[in-house]
């Protein structure tokens, strides 16, 4: 019996979040007989002080924190209430491609297009802001789209936006 506290003991340690290195995928025995045992991968991941994280990933304007069809299509309404007017040469604007969309092209192009629809007066004013950020609109220039295949934008706390374009025709 005290074997088996004690093995519990160390385990609950071990397992502890106090440790300094977090061993991935650790497989902690316990075995009455045999005490504790601990098993870990060759590499064992470590955060340091300066690890950084993006925060913003889940809190873009718009709902877009990955690259689905279905948080771009749950971004089409709010994207054109986002104020590009901040959004200069210095900022981090990445252009997304829906064609690069996780999930099924076919059936989730369809209701993206009902979105885009459903938002038609949104999605034009949407056309007008990216027309109007000569940012944005030199980095779709650069990669060969225009205003006009923009269907979201999303943004973050730092700064950054994201620009989904329909590259499917």
Same mark, same amino acid.
């Given at each position: ?40 991968? =060759?590499?064992? %991941?470590? +955060?340091? !002080?300066? /690890?950084?994280?993006?925060? &913003?990933?889940?809190? @873009? $304007?718009?709902?877009? *924190? ?48 009902? =979105?885009?629809? %459903?938002? +038609?007066? !949104?999605? /034009?004013?949407?056309?007008? &802001?990216?027309?109007? @950020? $000569?940012?944005?609109? *030199? ?31």
């Amino acid at each position: 019996m005290k074997k088996t506290i004690i093995a519990t003991t160390i385990a609950a340690l071990l397992a502890s979040s106090a440790l300094p290195a977090v061993a991935q995928d650790a497989a902690v025995g316990v075995d009455a007989g045999a005490g504790v045992t601990v098993e870990t991968p =060759a590499v064992d %991941a470590k +955060a340091g !002080a300066d /690890t950084k994280a993006n925060a &913003n990933a889940s809190s @873009n $304007a718009g709902g877009v *924190a990955d690259n689905t069809y279905g948080s771009v299509i749950s971004s089409v309404s709010g994207s054109a209430d986002i104020d590009l007017a901040a959004v200069t040469d210095e900022a981090n604007v990445t252009i997304v491609l829906l064609s690069s969309l996780q999930g099924n092209a076919a059936t989730e192009a369809a209701a993206l297009d009902q =979105a885009l629809s %459903a938002n +038609a007066d !949104a999605v /034009t004013t949407l056309h007008s &802001n990216v027309e109007a @950020n $000569a940012a944005i609109k *030199a980095k779709l220039e650069a990669e060969g789209y225009t205003s006009d295949d923009v269907v979201a934008v999303t943004s973050s706390a730092d700064g950054a936006v994201t620009v989904y374009v329909d590259d499917r025709a």
